[in-house]
């Protein structure tokens, strides 16, 4: 077949229905009235129904993640969910509901917007925003009951007072900075800062904790330091005769490596959705990715030897393989750098992803020489293809990409659903 940019799926050409299309109902606008579809029959089209590819979240997985952490806490330890950046690309809300049904007792969110769409979703479980938010925000967080981390008296001044004013309490955990030099009181000063903002009676400390910056890291020596920080300024709020409220500090990597950071509560991310935070980790724990990018072939071309595939050309065909294009590029979080360094998995085999990845679509080869070991493929428009994911033997994985990236599994999965729709599988 040709080259032709108006072929379909099933191989018409569609080029002179473009070309006599009348001015008048092309742009005939909005109106879906016009052309008589009904807003529900234009609906009912899912997104994969749209464009090839989409995301596949199994929530039996996050699950699964989530007993697998819970079974290594103290019973009575809680556990927070952390469903910040969109539960790290796999839905806040659908996550939110699963965690909480598996025995998370709280949610950790990065924005007040995230803290928002939650409760906006029917959400009652209390709520931490990670950080402190702009005093601007003051309003939103008392009016959708979210709990924001303090750490400047400023905010927590403007934030008791916003509470009075309207008859209710202004519960925060406190920030501190044990180390990591990212946000929180320091350590040393933890003491003076609550009491020179204990004096607001609407504050409410409700939890104490601090983040780990090498928790995952196989030198511990920095670990250990915050950690010693981190108990003694919790021993020195209680000499000092002040309620800490729940002590938090551990992340995925302590939960899973270091049991005596549990404490009353413990933050689970990465891990929830099913990646190792660190390699000391795999072969104890049994973990389950449960993102899976999956793409259907939309076009498939058979270029002569030597000819060049994708932008720049810097892939040439050796003339004994089937170029297959997908629908899925650099801004749906297939990430540019990916470019012929990476593989698909097409009928169980993997195939190597060739020429530059575009903005929104790219290509794959399939070999079609005969091989001794195994069945000659035979690709076609609207067949199925795993960017991420596994079809017995063949499986490329977050890690996968990762690895050639120098990047950690919290970054690709927040970049794959920027723009491909998500189906939840249970
Ligand atoms: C993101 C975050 C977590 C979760 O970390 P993981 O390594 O993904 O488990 C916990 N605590 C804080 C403060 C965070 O910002």
């Known amino acids: 077949m040709g080259f032709n940019a108006f072929s379909g799926?099933?191989?018409?050409?569609?080029?002179?229905?473009?070309?006599n299309t009348p001015p008048s109902r092309a742009y005939a606008g909005a109106s879906s009235e016009a052309a008589g579809f009904s807003d529900?029959?234009?609906?009912?089209?899912?997104?994969p129904e749209r464009r090839w590819s989409?995301?596949?979240?199994?929530?039996?997985?996050?699950?699964?993640?989530?007993?697998?952490?819970?079974?290594?806490?103290?019973?009575?330890?809680?556990?927070?969910?952390?469903?910040?950046?969109?539960?790290?690309?796999?839905?806040?809300v659908q996550v939110a509901k699963i965690a909480l049904s598996a025995g998370a007792s709280q949610l950790a969110v990065a924005t007040v917007n995230e803290g928002v769409q939650l409760r906006r979703a029917g959400i009652?479980?209390?709520?931490?925003?990670?950080s402190e938010p702009p005093a601007s925000a003051i309003p939103l967080l008392l009016h959708h009951r979210l709990t924001p981390s303090v750490y400047?008296?400023?905010?927590?001044?403007?934030y008791g007072e916003a509470a009075d004013r309207h008859g209710v309490r202004?519960?925060?955990?406190?920030?501190?900075?044990?180390?990591?030099?990212?946000?929180?009181?320091?350590?040393?000063?933890?003491?003076?800062?609550?009491?020179?903002?204990?004096f607001h009676r609407a504050l409410e400390q409700l939890g104490t904790f601090t983040h780990f910056a090498t928790a995952d890291c196989a030198e511990t020596l920095d670990f250990h330091m915050q950690l010693r920080r981190f108990k003694e300024t919790v021993a020195a709020m209680r000499a000092a005769g002040i309620d800490p409220g729940l002590v938090h500090c551990a992340n995925s990597a302590a939960i899973l490596r270091y049991p005596e950071t549990h404490m009353d509560m413990a933050r689970l991310g990465i891990s929830m959705y099913g990646f190792h935070p660190c390699p000391e980790t795999r072969g104890y724990f049994d973990l389950r990715p449960a993102m899976s990018v999956h793409a259907r072939i939309t076009a498939v071309n058979t270029p002569p030897m030597s000819e060049g595939v994708s932008y720049g050309m810097n892939y040439r065909s050796t003339g004994s393989v089937k170029i297959c294009t997908i629908p899925v590029g650099y801004a749906d979080g297939y990430v540019r750098a990916l470019s012929g360094r990476t593989?698909?998995?097409?009928?169980?085999?993997?195939?190597?992803?060739?020429g530059n990845i575009c903005m929104d679509q790219c290509m794959f080869e399939v070999d079609m020489r005969s091989h001794a070991t195994h069945r000659r493929l035979d690709p076609h428009v609207g067949d199925e293809v795993l960017l991420v994911g596994a079809q017995s033997p063949a499986a490329v994985s977050i890690e996968d990409l990762c690895d050639v990236l120098g990047t950690i599994p919290h970054e690709l999965c927040c970049a794959f659903s920027l723009r491909m729709p998500k189906v939840y599988l249970r």
């Open 9 to 19: 799926a099933a191989g018409q050409d569609f080029s002179d229905l473009l070309r």
């Open 54 to 92: 989409w995301v596949e979240i199994d929530l039996s997985a996050i699950r699964h993640n989530i007993q697998v952490a819970k079974r290594r806490l103290a019973p009575g330890c809680r556990l927070m969910a952390v469903v910040k950046a969109n539960a790290y690309g796999h839905g806040a």
């Open 40 to 47: 529900e029959s234009l609906e009912s089209v899912t997104g």
């Open 170 to 198: 202004a519960p925060f955990h406190l920030a501190l900075n044990t180390g990591m030099n990212r946000i929180g009181v320091r350590f040393d000063e933890a003491v003076e800062f609550v009491r020179q903002i204990s």
């Open 343 to 354: 593989s698909v998995v097409y009928a169980g085999h993997l195939c190597r992803q060739v």
């Open 152 to 158: 400047t008296p400023e905010f927590a001044i403007a």
């Open 124 to 130: 009652d479980a209390p709520i931490l925003v990670l």
